[in-house]
Structures are given as C-alpha cells and as structure tokens.
C-alpha cells in the first residue's frame, strides 16, 4: 500500500482509488487508511495539474523568446531589420504580458463563449499596439512621428 499512484483527472482518479480499495481484504485496512490512500491519490492529481499549469508558463516564456529571437537573427542578415534594445524590451513585455493575460483567462474564466471573446478582444489589443509601434497607423507619438 506504500505505492502512490497519480493520475491526470478526476474519473481516472476515482477509478483507480475503487480498485485500489477493491483489490484489498477489508479487515487489512486498519482506522483511517482508505482516507490515506485518498489523500495520497488526491496530493498526485493536484501535483500533476500545477505541473501541466507550469509548463504552460514555460511555453509561454520560451515562445516569448523565439518571436523574440526572429528579428535579432534577421539583423545579423539584413540592415534592412533595424531593431534598438528598447524595440526587444517594448516586444518581449508586450508578447508576455500578452501570454500570461491569455494564460489568466484560460484558467479563470469558466465560460467557453466569454473566454473566447476576451482571448480575441486581447489579441486585437496586441495587434493594434504591435501595428501603431511598428508603422504608426493611428500617429500617435508613441510610433515616433
């Protein structure tokens, strides 16, 4: 009874602590130990989904970078690509505070048609930002006419 099983959802999960619980003669459990075996079941699916939460957090980060990356290449090929150390810094904020708003909205927002407005109203934010800094679509001082 020492092996801890985890497992990634809720129904796996279940299944697997019944035949657990099924696969044991009752007068073995000693007082408590179901709730043991449940608590160690329960501590694994918790465990896995912050790890599956992380490594979005990290694909968020390492795809940050790689967008990121694509015009400092380009400059080691091309003059016609002239990006300043403020550009990358203005870029990369705005891609991963982008990244970590989507992120926020995947986790809280419960509502398929509501967290699929507000991911679409997001990216035509970033977008708009991203085009006025680029070529100044709307000449406001912040494309630097």
Not at 80 to 88: G, K, L, Q, R
Request: aromatic content about 6%; glycine content about 6%; proline content about 3%.
């Amino acid at each position: 009874m020492d092996e801890m099983i985890c497992v990634h959802d809720k129904k796996l999960f279940l299944e697997q602590f019944n035949r657990k619980i099924s696969m044991t003669p009752p007068d073995s459990y000693r007082e408590g130990q179901q709730s043991e075996e449940l608590l160690k079941l329960n501590f694994c699916h918790v465990l896995n989904k912050m790890i599956a939460q992380n490594k979005r957090l990290l694909g968020i980060v390492l795809s940050v970078t790689l967008i990121v990356m694509i015009p400092f290449i380009a400059m080691q090929f091309s003059n016609e690509v002239n990006w300043s150390s403020s550009d990358f810094i203005i870029a990369g904020c705005l891609l991963l505070g982008t990244g970590l708003i989507l992120e926020l909205i995947i986790r809280k927002v419960n509502k398929k048609r509501t967290r699929i407005m507000l991911i679409i109203v997001i990216l035509t934010i970033l977008l708009l930002i991203w085009l006025e800094l680029a070529v100044g679509i709307f000449g406001t001082p912040l494309a630097g006419s």
